[in-house]
């Protein structure tokens, strides 16, 4: 599509919509949509009994990838189609969008829905006409697949949308075909691309072992065939066909983005699902390009928190789903960003609007599955005196420092920064203070805590968290909590105060490769008496995608400055599965910087929850 000039209010003399009121016919629509009945996933494939909201989400998800309708704010009209936000004119009928913004709240089993969607892709035998892929393995196309959803779903029917778009795919067809079979065949003839009805699941590290953790726990053995492109892996695209799933994550797609001989870059993938995907918010990112670049069929953006840092995030979600013209940033910015950024009502609705579109967004407040209590504590510190004095020292040469640099012109944003680490850092402990720091400050009023790591252990902050860890021991022995925080050599300073208080520990951080935080998880999760009792984790680490039930209580050590990350670490404790009320405790230093990102972090949750309002 061209970049047309954005529908202005007039036309050749012609009364036109404008632009809000095009996205309010989009909203109408939406809402005539937006009932959502449940599906039943292929009891060939999948063993689990899924939750009704599991069941709907499928029905959901199944109607997104076969549409049978145009793409969002396409019109047809007098035999041609028009693109009604730029006025774009084509006789070509346009691809439906395939896929969208799978957000449900963490811990709503998000990847048991998508492995029921996968599922579809193999199993249905009991359908005339099936064809068989270069595996020798059974698979049907558009139509008959989506009719097999609707047979599937007798036990719990389909949603209306799916069966009014197999009345519309029927009408529509003879009109489509050519124009589909150009648009497929021109990549299937490229000699160096290979189409494929391969499932390619794009996910950090981390969550590897999710991935197959549920495909042991929830699909038939020897039903899914599953390649894991990681570590040795092969350079054959011809190899990978011959799998369902094919499980990579963004590291190893960015370090081959440069590579063309790359067998990620000659299949065009019949499926493209991007888990945690808020991981490409940075849209130059190198790792955020490549899964842009990939070639399929259909696309899929999950993840519980859509919005990290801000609403521009949503961007690099629409460039990777070619949501065309919000995927060009110019659009992006006139129709919505500019909008919001001057605080004008419109730009809201207008998000609000495009996320009901192509989103699904359902939150565990609603008591979906019926989850234990969660309840959240700000437990407030009192800094020692001599962390109160240092705080206050940095606090005051950091203002004059700065104020200096204003005047010589000389302002760099890495010593702004450098400045609120080393703050945030005396509120946990001074022992993650570098030597050199004394340097900033009067001489012979800081000790050199590098040579006294005992100062860890006299830090408020430890002090506080030694003694709710004592007094919740006393209550139950058996009870498992988890500590998180973002500095590594932190989770390494709390080791010997833990075991000194008679704490058994593991801890689960960012260097471990994912063999071994597969084995500290499974050692967290069993019930026997002789375990560890406390896991020490890392925030980013240990954030995503990891199943930590075992625990039933988190200590968040120091606030981070986006609020999704938090979320999502509370929620590796608080989702299916957990049968204990959690209970989160946030450590917050009184009177200092924590006190300021809280507040921070109230801006930003706002921020998220207006945008799917």
């Known amino acids: 599509m061209s970049e047309a000039v954005v529908v202005k209010e007039r036309e050749g ?45 499928l029905g959901w998800l199944v109607h997104r990838e076969d549409p049978g309708e145009l793409p969002p704010f396409w019109e047809e009209r007098d035999g041609e189609y028009v693109y009604v936000l730029t006025n774009y004119h084509t006789d070509k ?24 969607l996968i599922a579809f892709d193999k199993f249905s035998s009991f359908i005339a006409g099936d064809g068989v892929n270069s595996a020798g393995e059974q698979f049907v196309d558009d139509e008959v697949r989506c009719e097999s959803a609707k047979r599937k779903g007798k036990r719990g029917r389909t949603s209306k949308g799916v069966s009014q778009s197999q009345k519309k795919r029927k009408t529509q067809k003879a009109a489509s075909t050519s124009n589909q079979k150009a648009s497929s065949s021109s990549l299937d003839e490229t000699p160096d691309v290979l189409s494929t009805k391969s499932t ?47 499980l990579t994550t963004y590291t190893i797609l960015a370090t081959e983005e440069p590579w063309e001989e790359s067998p990620m870059k000659k299949i065009e993938w019949w499926r493209v699902i991007l888990d945690e995907a808020h991981l490409i918010k940075n849209v130059n990112a190198l790792q955020s390009q490549a899964v842009t670049e990939l070639k399929a069929k259909r696309r899929w953006v999950v993840t519980g928190t859509p919005i990290q840092n801000g609403l521009f995030d949503l961007f690099s979600l629409m460039s990777f789903l070619r949501f065309e013209p919000f995927s060009i940033k110019s659009y992006w910015q ?28 359902r939150t565990k407040d609603k008591g979906l599955i019926g989850l234990p209590q969660k309840t959240i504590e700000t437990h407030l510190v009192k800094l020692s005196d001599k962390e109160r004095e240092l705080y206050d020292q940095m606090k005051r040469k950091s203002k004059s420092s700065v104020q200096e640099c204003i005047n010589d012109g000389s302002l760099m944003r890495n010593y702004t920064t450098t400045v609120l680490l080393r703050l945030r850092q005396i509120c946990i402990s001074m022992a993650l203070l570098p030597p050199h720091l004394k340097s900033l400050l009067p001489s012979g009023n800081i000790e050199d805590v590098s040579n006294n790591p005992e100062l860890s252990v006299s830090s408020s902050k430890v002090s506080a968290l030694l003694e709710l860890l004592l007094a919740a021991k006393d209550q139950k022995l058996t009870l ?36 071994r935080r597969s084995q500290v998880i499974e050692e967290f999760g ?77 801006r930003k949750k706002k921020l998220a929850r207006e945008a799917f309002g």
């Open 13 to 57: 003399g012609k009364e036109v919509r404008s632009v809000d009121e095009i996205f309010k016919l989009a909203d109408e629509n939406v809402g005539k949509k937006a009932k959502m009945e449940a599906l039943e996933p292929p009891g060939e494939v999948i063993k689990s009994v899924l939750f009704q909201h599991q069941k709907e989400g």
């Open 93 to 116: 009928q346009p691809e439906p969008l395939r896929g969208g913004i799978f957000a449900d709240d963490m811990g709503l089993g998000k990847t048991l829905t998508l492995l029921s």
């Open 200 to 246: 390619l699941v794009v996910c950090p590290p981390s969550v590897l072992s999710t991935w197959n953790t549920q495909l042991s726990e929830h699909t038939i053995p020897g039903k899914t065939k599953v390649y894991r492109y990681y570590g040795n892996r092969t350079r054959d695209a011809e190899e990978l066909k011959k799998y369902n799933i094919v």
């Open 334 to 361: 006139s129709l919505i960003q500019r909008p919001l950024s001057q605080g004008n009502q419109t730009g809201l609705s207008r998000l609000q609007v495009l996320m009901a579109t192509i989103s699904l967004r």
């Open 480 to 515: 498992k909590s988890v500590v998180y925080s973002q500095f590594t050599r932190m989770l390494l300073l709390l080791e010997e105060p833990l075991r000194a208080a008679g704490f058994k520990i593991l801890r689960l951080d960012g260097p471990m490769n994912p063999k």
């Open 526 to 602: 069993a019930h026997e008496q002789s375990t560890a009792t406390v896991l020490l984790a890392s925030l980013k680490a240990a954030g995503a995608g990891i199943n930590l039930t075992a625990a039933s209580t988190v200590y968040l050590l120091e606030p981070w400055w986006n609020p999704a990350v938090e979320e999502q670490a509370m929620d590796r404790v608080h989702r299916i599965g957990q049968k204990e009320d959690v209970k989160i405790v946030r450590l917050i230093a009184r009177n200092s910087i924590e006190e300021s990102i809280l507040e921070l972090q109230e």
